[in-house]
């Protein structure tokens, strides 16, 4: 998958650093630019052309809320996700009418901050990948089919842990062609030995399913596919 670009227009620095580490530790995104106002965000989305913004509504020069028909209008493939402390439910339904992905509150938990790029991820693994457009991929794009939540209390096993089983998970969906350790853990961004893990675990619980494939003679190839 290519790496996303994502770009932060937060008029806060300290904000803006905070988002800026919660984003790195995943390992399909780049930090591409963060911005302080207004004309600061629409020149980095001209200069970076990032994958995701996202978006503060405070800022000193103009609401971020007010932003949105002017990114519409000039970046309509940028996707958008809104973080603010704003509660008034204009800035909400404004959000709703422009198509933001998600909109959160401040002060922003980092479960729930890592729950939302996640889920971005997926839909942009979905997008950008060559998978035939059926009712599985529809439901999967819109989130009829999301992600189990899957936190403490659940009876994960130790050295099983919610987001990077979630990646192992939408690796599967969007390469129903089937994949081994190796490239799995080339997707997510992990060893083999730790995408073999994931995969042995979730072949454990009949989330998906292992064969053993013959390519180069003696070197059999153990490869996973979704259920």
């Known amino acids: 998958m290519n790496r996303i670009k994502v770009a932060i227009a937060e008029d806060d620095f300290r904000v803006a650093d905070i988002h800026e580490k919660f984003l790195t530790k995943f390992n399909e995104i780049d930090v591409v630019g963060k911005s302080l106002n207004g004309d600061q965000t629409l020149q980095i989305l001209m200069e970076k052309t990032p994958d995701l913004l996202i978006l503060d509504v405070y800022m000193p020069d103009m609401l971020g809320s007010d932003l949105l028909p002017i990114i519409r209008e000039r970046f309509p493939r940028v996707s958008i996700i809104m973080i603010t402390a704003a509660t008034d439910k204009v800035f909400l339904e404004k959000a709703l ?10 002060p922003v938990n980092k479960e729930r901050f890592d729950e939302v790029i996640l889920e971005y991820i997926k839909k942009h693994s979905l997008l950008t990948s060559r998978q035939d457009v059926d009712q599985n991929y529809v439901d999967l794009l819109f989130g009829n089919k999301k992600i189990e939540k899957v936190g403490r209390g659940t009876g994960l096993p130790k050295g ?29 961004g992990a060893s083999r030995i730790t995408a073999r893990r994931y995969l042995e675990y979730l072949s ?24």
């Open 97 to 106: 009418s422009y198509g933001v992905e998600n909109y959160l509150i401040k």
């Open 160 to 188: 099983i842990d919610e987001i990077t089983l979630g990646k192992v998970k939408n690796a599967l969906q969007i390469n129903n062609q089937g994949l081994s350790a190796e490239e799995v853990g080339k997707e997510i």
């Open 204 to 227: 454990s619980i009949k989330e998906a399913k292992a064969e053993v494939v013959y390519g180069i003679v003696g070197r059999p190839e153990r490869k996973y596919y979704p259920v």
